[in-house]
Each structure stands twice: as C-alpha cells, then as structure tokens.
T-cell receptor, first 112, second 112 residues
Framework: DGGITQSPKYLFRKEGQNVTLSCEQNLNHDAMYWYRQDPGQGLRLIYYSQIVNDFQKGDIAEGYSVSREKKESFPLTVTSAQKNPTAFYLC???????????FGQGTRLTVV | AQKVTQAQTEISVVEKEDVTLDCVYETRDTTYYLFWYKQPPSGELVFLIRRNSFDEQNEISGRYSWNFQKSTSSFNFTITASQVVDSAVYFC?????????FGAGTRLTVKP
C-alpha cells in the first residue's frame, strides 16, 4: 500500500539524549515536512524539503536537525538543545508544496 | 511568513445541527493555496479540500461545504446536519512558496 510511515508510534528518551524519528514515504513525493503539535497550538512547521539534498527551516527549527539523502526518507533528529521536546510529531509529504499533503500517524515523544 | 487564524478553539453541537468553522488567513502573495484537514482521535490528519487563490467558487461535497472569500481573506467550512462521527479537530492551512502553515485548529464535538 502507498503511504507515509512514521516510526515508532511512541518514544521515550532521557533528557540530554538525541533521538531520531523516522519518516518514510512510497508515494514518490518530492516534498516532505515535519510538524510539531502541542495541545492548543495546532501544527508548527519544523523543517521542510522540496527536493533531495535540500531542506529549509520552518518556524521552530532550533534544536532539531534533518537530512534528505533519499527521496523516500526524511528523518528528524531532536537534539539535546531542544528545550521542551515532549510533543506529538507529524511527518507529511506532497507531490509539490502546493498540493495536498499526506500525513503519517505521528510519533509521540516523551522526554523524562 | 503567511498566517492562518482559527478563532474558534472548541465548538460543541448536538447531532443534526449545522456548524461553521471559521478560517482567516494573511498572505502577501497573489498565488496561494488553502486547505482543510480533519484530525480524528487517532492523530493522523485527513485531507478534505484544496483551493487555489484564483478559484473563489464555493464547493459542496455531501454534508460539507466551503466558502472562500478573498475580499475578507476567509475560507470557512460548514458541516450540515452534523453527526457524531464528525467529532474531530479541524485544521485550516495555507501554502505559499511551497511551504504549508496551519492554524491552531478547532475541536468540534458533536453530541448525540
């Protein structure tokens, strides 16, 4: 089945540790996105990529890093510099930046 | 950067009532795209509709309808004869220059 897969669904990490969230799509989409969702704040854009080997910062990129070495994959690393990393993270892809996005099921990260 | 405002944080209605979710946007571009997404309790966002800035024609899809008015920078969403299954968080989004930004969302609760 075509779609976008995020793993794992739940993730626990100790404070001060880096953690990488996986996002894979088999939709042949050029654009991929990472959003963070906190209660009452909707979705905030962390990073986006329009093409392989290129990505742009969103509104809240500090403390995060990404890579886009393959069209299918857009992993997000939450570094120890991110002050409040506990949140729900959503990955999305679209054929272009202006077409509808398809979302993964999300990863709920809890840092203790 | 572009901005999307969903002023209604939560709405509660009784089944079969009509309900309108408001969305107001800000952009300096003449070419942009507007979207509505539904987020059920499972967390995965589901695409509902996409509109480009040159198409102000309203759209109806079953019990759903959308009213796009450039004069007021609004893209409102109406559910007619609401059902319990419509309970979810609904997000309005705006895409310009190939990056997509979301509003804070409106939580709709439909009671039986």
């Amino acid at each position: 089945d075509g779609g976008i897969t995020q793993s794992p669904k739940y993730l626990f990490r100790k404070e001060g540790q880096n953690v990488t969230l996986s996002c894979e799509q088999n939709l042949n989409h050029d654009a991929m996105y990472w959003y963070r969702q906190d209660p009452g704040q909707g979705l905030r854009l962390i990073y986006y990529s329009q093409i392989v080997n290129d990505f742009q910062k969103g509104d809240i990129a500090e403390g995060y890093s990404v890579s886009r070495e393959k069209k299918e994959s857009f992993p997000l690393t939450v570094t120890s510099a991110q002050k409040n990393p506990t949140a729900f993270y959503l990955c999305a892809s679209s054929s272009t930046g202006n077409t509808e996005a398809f979302f993964g099921q999300g990863t709920r990260l809890t840092v203790v | 950067a572009q901005k999307v405002t969903q002023a209604q944080t939560e709405i509660s209605v009784v089944e079969k009532e009509d309900v309108t979710l408001d969305c107001v946007y800000e952009t300096r571009d003449t070419t942009y795209y507007l979207f509505w997404y539904k987020q059920p309790p499972s967390g995965e966002l589901v695409f509902l509709i996409r509109r480009n800035s040159f198409d102000e024609q309203n759209e109806i899809s079953g019990r759903y309808s959308w009213n796009f008015q450039k004069s007021t920078s609004s893209f409102n969403f109406t559910i007619t004869a609401s059902q319990v299954v419509d309970s979810a968080v609904y997000f309005c989004a705006l895409s310009e220059d190939n990056d997509m930004r979301f509003g804070a969302g409106t939580r709709l609760t439909v009671k039986p």
